[in-house]
Nanobody, 121 residues
Framework: QVQLKESGGGSVQAGDSMRLSCVASGLSFNNYGMGWFRQAPGKEREFVAQISWSGRSNSADSVKGRFTISRDNDNSTAYLQMDSLKPEDTAVYYC???????????????WGQGTQVTVSS
């Protein structure tokens, strides 16, 4: 059974950095695209960033230049490095996995439970 386990969330000040981790199990990690989505209170879940099985990545305009997604295939782990955090980045962040790559407009097969990120001004 596939499990995605996020960690690294918490509370920080605006301008700080934080790194989220997502450890995957129960799937052939090398064949999966990994991604991050987030959901703020009262808003719909939105795409943040994804990295394909081959290492190609892209991110939402709102986080470009501040967030970096990466993956460690040896440890079946995806990361989201978040720099220059803003209060509007406050949300529950979800790890996601889909065979080969994640297309934000399409359904994603696997989701983590989410981790809260709170940025105060």
């Amino acid at each position: 059974q596939v499990q995605l386990k996020e960690s690294g969330g918490g509370s920080v000040q605006a301008g700080d950095s934080m790194r989220l981790s997502c450890v995957a199990s129960g799937l052939s990690f090398n064949n999966y695209g990994m991604g991050w989505f987030r959901q703020a209170p009262g808003k719909e879940r939105e795409f943040v960033a994804q990295i394909s099985w081959s290492g190609r990545s892209n991110s939402a305009d709102s986080v470009k230049g501040r967030f970096t997604i990466s993956r460690d295939n040896d440890n079946s782990t995806a990361y989201l490095q978040m720099d220059s955090l803003k209060p509007e980045d406050t949300a529950v962040y979800y790890c996601a996995a889909e065979l080969w790559l994640i297309v934000p407009e399409k359904e994603v097969s696997y989701w983590g439970q989410g981790t809260q990120v709170t940025v105060s001004s």
